[in-house]
């Protein structure tokens, strides 16, 4: 199980266009974080920008995990910059009670590439001198981020989405890259935000121009003893490059069913989904379909 991380968005947040319940309460978090101890889950994801999520884990506590968080965008007028990043970190670390994390991610990588990007990555590196964080780096949306960031910065961590239907950071080369540079590697969306174990009926006639994806799906699911859960999981754990693949879950009942999954990996193989539209693997464009 240590291969899996905890994401905390829904902590913070309604979050998911599955997500029937709305953001976790503190008590069901709470069971959450005892529920992942429990199953050797060592490691949970969150972000300034998630809305309640790094105080909510501060209030339930967590002790015992290895915490990543993520820095919001930085200022346009933004003076000065080691500064704004030292209090960003310093407010963080008080919500979260804790006085160091295991990773810090920059939410909006391209802003290395701005005029100010030197400096905000050496802002970076101090707090990981000073022993507040251990390992630095980007989450991103898509590899051609790396292939920008590549010549100019090193990174510690990486995370991007990678599921059944993005596969891009394998399909591009960048998930062997990562590999061979000792990064490490941490990937998202495992279930496209909830759309890919939702039942046919429940899928929103926004994404019919995907229909033959959908009928792919669905279809290879009734030819084989799998769910869609269990599917999902197994395909990116199947990938050995990866060191953590984040999963978010609305409730404990949610995260025992994940577990569970994966305690019972089956080798059914994957349908070929692949798609590189940006309108359906970027879930920040859904709105506008």
């Not at 994390?101 to 030197?118: D, F, I, M, V």
């Not at 970076?124 to 920008?148: F, H, N, T």
């Not at 229909?211 to 395909?235: N, P």
């Amino acid at each position: 199980m240590s291969r899996l991380a905890l994401g905390t968005v829904q902590f913070g947040l309604h979050y998911g266009v599955a997500n029937q319940s709305g953001q976790v309460s503190i008590a069901e978090s709470g069971d959450m974080l005892q529920l992942a101890s429990a199953n050797k889950i060592e490691m949970l994801d969150t972000a300034i920008s998630y809305g309640d999520s790094e105080a909510c884990l501060g209030e339930v506590g967590t002790q015992g995990f290895k915490l990543v968080t993520k820095l919001p965008a930085m200022p346009n007028n933004c003076s000065d910059i080691h500064a704004w990043v030292q209090q960003q970190v310093n407010a963080s670390f008080s919500r979260l009670g804790v006085k160091s994390t295991y990773g810090l991610l920059l939410h909006r990588s391209e802003q290395l590439l701005e005029p100010n990007g030197g400096a905000l990555y050496q802002a970076l590196q101090a707090l990981k001198d000073d022993g507040r964080v251990q390992k630095v780096g980007v989450s991103i949306y898509s590899p051609q981020e790396l292939a920008a960031l590549a010549p100019h910065y090193s990174f510690d961590l990486v995370q991007a989405p990678f599921n059944l239907i993005d596969r891009r950071l394998f399909s591009t080369g960048w998930m062997q890259r990562l590999k061979d540079d000792g990064v490490e590697i941490h990937t998202r969306s495992v279930f496209l935000q909830g759309l890919l174990l939702m039942p046919q009926k429940d899928v929103p006639s926004k994404f019919s121009k995907w229909d033959s994806l959908w009928k792919t799906w669905y279809r290879w699911l009734e030819g084989h003893d799998v769910s869609a859960l269990q599917a999902c999981l197994d395909f990116s754990l199947s990938f050995s490059e990866i060191d953590k693949v984040v999963v978010g879950a609305d409730s404990a009942s949610q995260l025992r069913q994940i577990i569970h999954a994966v305690n019972n990996q089956k080798s059914a193989g994957a349908p070929e989904l692949m798609c590189e539209d940006e309108l359906l693997i970027n879930p920040s464009h859904w709105p506008t379909l």
